[in-house]
């Protein structure tokens, strides 16, 4: 499962630096419409520590592999989002709300907005999709139980992005709940006594009944002590990355959780 993971995220790598950008229609056609109307947009950037800040820009322009906005609007003056951040988009469209994750590509562009005008903006890597923001809450069932699910918890690269190195920190554990939108993990008090909101981490497992191993990023949301286990509680948010098709994967783990519940419905009766 492990070698999985790690040949898994080199793809993923190969891909990231060869920069291959296959969006869909759907992609195109309504990130190209915001770009026509100079669309207002927001940019939710977190650190490392969890501090969310968002940025206020309009979409200006989309090109092969890019989306050009202007320079955000931010909080503090002073503040910026370093090229290679993560930033998650919303927009709204004829009614509708969209996000999408992408990367700062570079953020001292100057933006040509026709024959005369140029402003300062950014540019950021274009999506592969686009998913709809007013979504509600994703039902979460608990797996705890006779059998356990396992799962691997892996470092990513200290500077490569998408990737891991081939001697990174691998902790087991087992879910103790799961949505589509993320997982309560336990791990081991002596592999990891604590760990920081923001930190992020490779997820590997496999759910009963379910085709195909997982591989996913997480981002740790909340991290406390069980002292009556001797362990340690991860609240993990699963995240958009290059190497997964979100939208897929949160189809398999929906179908999981209904059957799940299901079964735990029909044990009651």
Known sequence: MM???FMSLL????????????PSKTVVELIGKACARNVPAELHFEDTAGNLTIGRVRLLEMTDCLVLTDRPMMPDDDSVIPDGSTVTVHF????????FESLV?????????NARQRVPGISLRQPLELTDSQRRLDLRVSVLGNDSISIWLVDPHPSLP???????????GRIVDISCGGASVLVPYNALRKCEPGHRFYLNFVLPDV???FC???????SRLVE??????LGIQFRRWIGSVHQRDRQRISQFVVAHERRKLRRRR
């Open 3 to 5: 070698l999985g993971l």
């Open 11 to 22: 793809e993923v790598l190969g891909a990231t630096l060869s920069r291959k950008c296959k």
């Open 92 to 99: 709204a469209l004829n009614g509708s709300r969209y996000e």
């Open 105 to 113: 590509e570079e953020s001292g562009l100057i933006v040509r907005l």
């Open 162 to 172: 998408n990737a891991c190195p081939m001697d990174a920190r691998v902790i087991e």
């Open 211 to 213: 085709e195909h191993e």
């Open 216 to 222: 996913l990023l997480g981002i740790v949301r909340f």
């Open 228 to 233: 009556s286990s001797e362990s340690t509680r």
